[in-house]
């Protein structure tokens, strides 16, 4: 009997927990998606799909200008939707590696997210891209 007790206490105290899990998602307002999908559109300031898209694939006009021939050129925004969280959350805070070297975008605009986030950006753009 006393063995079939000790099995008994740690399955209720698992179930318990998973009780617990569940209920805080269900309070939760939004889930991560949802929320990675609002920041996307409106992260604080100008919103991810006006440069990369609906969807992260890029290919949005941003500007027109001339090179030093004065030849017309389009600066498009990137796809973005292959980068890993690190390089989702260093493009982000305006850096970017070239050849080992951080750099800095020209015309990315610094964020100032916090990771989760951009975890929660990075998600959405993963789940939308299935």
Do not use: W
Not at 32 to 54: D, F, W
Not at 74 to 101: C, H, M, P, Q, T
Request: hydrophobic share 30%.
């Amino acid at each position: 009997m006393k063995q079939l007790l000790l099995i008994f206490i740690p399955l209720c105290l698992l179930a318990n927990q998973e009780n617990n899990q569940n209920a805080e998602e269900q309070e939760s307002f939004l889930s991560t998606i949802e929320y990675g999908q609002m920041l996307y559109k409106n992260p604080r300031g100008i919103s991810c799909k006006q440069c990369h898209g609906k969807e992260g694939k890029g290919g949005q006009k941003i500007a027109k200008y001339y090179d030093k021939y004065k030849n017309p050129k389009l600066l498009r925004g990137v796809d973005i939707r292959n980068y890993s969280f690190e390089e989702l959350k260093a493009s982000l805070n305006n850096k970017y590696k070239e050849n080992n070297k951080t750099k800095h975008h020209k015309i990315m605009p610094i964020y100032y997210l916090t990771d989760e986030e951009v975890k929660a950006i990075y998600t959405y753009l993963q789940e939308s891209n299935k």
